[in-house]
């Protein structure tokens, strides 16, 4: 490539820009979470997290491990 047809004020800034890419692609974003929204997807998750049953026919691991599932989604529901 001929980069003598390019203007050296426009080579300049073609190397400024290229030597921006790394800070650009390392910027800090900030979080849109408020505790309003952290309180609706609590509520949706404890709408759509219905609890388990279980049958007499089931293994005790798995009454075990379906008992553990409720008590786990009452204490996340019941503290928010």
């Given at each position: 490539m001929n980069w003598n047809f390019?203007?050296?004020s426009a080579l300049?800034?073609?190397k400024v820009l290229v030597m921006m890419l790394p800070v650009v692609g390392c910027s800090l974003t900030t979080t849109t979470l408020t505790k309003e929204?952290?309180?609706n997807i609590t509520a949706g998750v404890c709408t759509v997290w219905k609890p388990v049953t279980y049958s007499s026919k089931d293994t005790p691991q798995t009454q075990l491990?379906?008992?553990?599932n409720?008590?786990?989604r009452?204490?996340?529901c019941q503290v928010r």
């Open positions: 390019y203007k050296p300049r800034m073609l929204t952290d309180a491990e379906v008992r553990a409720n008590a786990s009452t204490a996340y």
